[in-house]
């Protein structure tokens, strides 16, 4: 049964679920948000398929990602982000709210094993994962904090060549602000 998920209760071994054929190839990754009832599953051959459980049956709500081998939950009793590793190497944040990637990045290689989410000293979560002979840690601990707030909405972000990490930022009240990417911080602004 290719692309099926079965669930047995531990106590007498009873067939408690049984999704049939949900993907064309084996599952590669599996994570159930049980607060949403909702299933996401990837397979080698196709994206995530997030599905919705009603009536007891998987209905398919969206997809995202391709080839996907590793899906990890920040949390496993009440997920809220979801991180993926895809066999090229594509290692992405998803909310689970949105289903929509928060963070990408593009390793040199396929991930070495499973990563894993780890709580670092302050307490935020942290990314745990190896590729050929390096392992990375990675803080998120900005990916929700603003790096500045302005008075009208960013219209455009373009990171200038050659120059050591400088954004222009042009907003929907014609201002433009030129970002530092290293400091954190605004180095002009014009109207």
């Known amino acids: 049964?290719?692309?099926?998920?079965?669930?047995?209760?531990?106590?007498?071994?009873?067939?408690?679920?049984?999704?049939?054929?949900?993907?064309?190839?084996p599952i590669t990754a599996m994570v159930y948000v049980p607060d949403t009832d909702t299933l996401v599953t990837a397979s080698a051959d196709s994206a995530c398929t997030v599905w919705r459980i009603a009536g007891g049956q998987p209905h398919?709500?969206?997809?995202?990602?391709?080839?996907?081998?590793h899906m990890v939950p920040d949390n496993v009793a009440?997920?809220?982000?979801?991180?993926?590793?895809?066999?090229?190497?594509?290692?992405?944040?998803?909310?689970?709210?949105?289903?929509q990637p928060l963070h990408?990045?593009?390793?040199?290689?396929?991930?070495?094993?499973?990563?894993?989410f780890m709580a670092g000293p302050d307490g935020r979560p942290r990314i745990l994962l190896h590729v050929g002979t390096e392992v990375k840690l990675f803080s998120l601990q900005h990916l929700y904090e603003p790096w500045c707030r302005c008075n009208a909405a960013c219209t455009a972000l373009t990171a200038l060549p050659g120059s050591g990490g400088l954004i222009l930022a042009e907003f929907a009240d014609s201002s433009v602000r030129l970002l530092d990417a290293h400091s954190q911080e605004v180095r002009g602004s014009w109207r």
């Open 60 to 69: 398919r709500f969206c997809t995202f990602g391709k080839s996907i081998i």
């Open 1 to 25: 049964m290719k692309g099926s998920i079965f669930s047995f209760a531990a106590g007498d071994g009873t067939c408690r679920l049984a999704f049939r054929d949900l993907h064309m190839s």
């Open 78 to 99: 009440c997920p809220s982000l979801l991180l993926t590793a895809a066999l090229d190497g594509t290692v992405s944040l998803v909310s689970l709210d949105s289903f």
């Open 104 to 116: 990408r990045m593009r390793l040199p290689g396929p991930l070495g094993g499973r990563p894993s």
